[in-house]
DNA sequence: AAAGGATTTTAACTTTCTTTAACACGAGTA
DNA sequence: TACTCGTGTTAAAGAAAGTTAAAATCCTTT
């Protein structure tokens, strides 16, 4: 896979070279325009992943750069970069569609987990990660699955399992769709290991009465409160 | 249909305008409240859809907050922004009701991809395929079939058959019309297969003298209270 | 690179569910 | 009446799923 191309409009010749050369350094492509008309000619130009924006530039600010983008690319993400003074009546700004903004100052790191945070979520779009089963409550970012405080924790293929079957509550999920979701191929054999997998997680869920994980002869299974 | 009102609790004054405004161009109203003791008496107020809680606040913090919301309200969403610092742990705090959690730093349109994935989870809830069949009671998502207390769990295919008897109850339903419903095809093997489950049926229910299945010759059979 | 532990897969055996087969019977029809 | 067809019933065969333990693989640490 190609790197991401970030393009980078800020006017302070410092920072910008800093910031460049920080994203550079950090395995993505960067380009950095020193004003807003630069940055908004570099963008139809050029096909960029993410546009980082300083509010404050000459000749064009960060806001109509954005705007003339969205006029053209409503995909692309866009981060602002804003000083701490700005007042609330600017920030209405974003309602042209930024995905972020970050107030100076910041560290790079910041800047850079903010970066990945949006790109990750647009790439796929993040879900929730906390599922309510009855009485247990399942964490997939922990992959704890908690009971009256009691927690068990549980394995990348046990709670990836469990997740689709947690999205899927009072509906059936095809047996092979499962196979697909969790092991990627539905071949016989990773049949087998899930079945094993459900024996597991029907141990888990069995503290509570109401919690049952249903097979649907030939079908699939049903994760289902009485 | 009217705007979902989502109840913003954060008490930094930058943030909490910016997300409370990024919120409200994306066509939800939002309140805004800058410390745990304001949010709780909002919400009390007013009627919130949903609930965003900074965790470390002053005054009172999210989670007992939430834990005061809990006491009044078992069902509006609760999410809770958190610090990254923070340990698992302290996750603990979550089961007290939380519906997700998102870490700081996060991108705005991460916070709004978790409201809209938790509404619409929340917003659905389970059917009941709850059928009573005189003195019998049958549910198709447990599959069991229960009658003074006896239970008794039923196969794949029985319950499939069952239910649709039990959805047409003094109705007659056609034998190709059953068959195409439960095994997909009406062919003269399946139609066989199905006269044993309705010897099986029939037996579960003996024990209300008043209920019985009957078979109307040539064309179908007939789920009746006698 | 090897050890040790955790995780996942494979294997073997068991149980449950579904279909098939065989035979019985009674309703509808010639 | 007798004959056929549809259904009733039971048992056995076959297929899917449940369970447990061992083997293989993967990870982390040294």
Known sequence: MEPTKILLAEDDPNLGMLLSQYIRA???KCTLATDGEEAYSAFTAGSYDFVILDVMMPKKDGFSVAKDIRGID????ILF???????DD?????????????TKPFSMEELLARVEAILKRTNKKEETHLYSINNYLFDFNTR????QGKEQK???KESELLKVLSKNIGKEVDRNDLLKAVWGDDNYF???SMDVYITK?????SLDEKVEIVNIHGKGFKLTLK
């Open 201 to 205: 997680l029907r141990k888990y869920l």
């Open 74 to 77: 409503r995909e692309t993400p």
């Open 190 to 192: 990773n049949g087998r």
């Open 154 to 156: 549980l394995t990348t």
């Open 144 to 147: 704890i699955l908690s009971f």
């Open 26 to 28: 950090k395995g993505f």
């Open 90 to 102: 600017k920030l209405k700004g974003f309602e042209l569609g930024a995905d972020d903004y970050l």
């Open 81 to 87: 970069l804003t000083a701490k003074s700005m007042k």
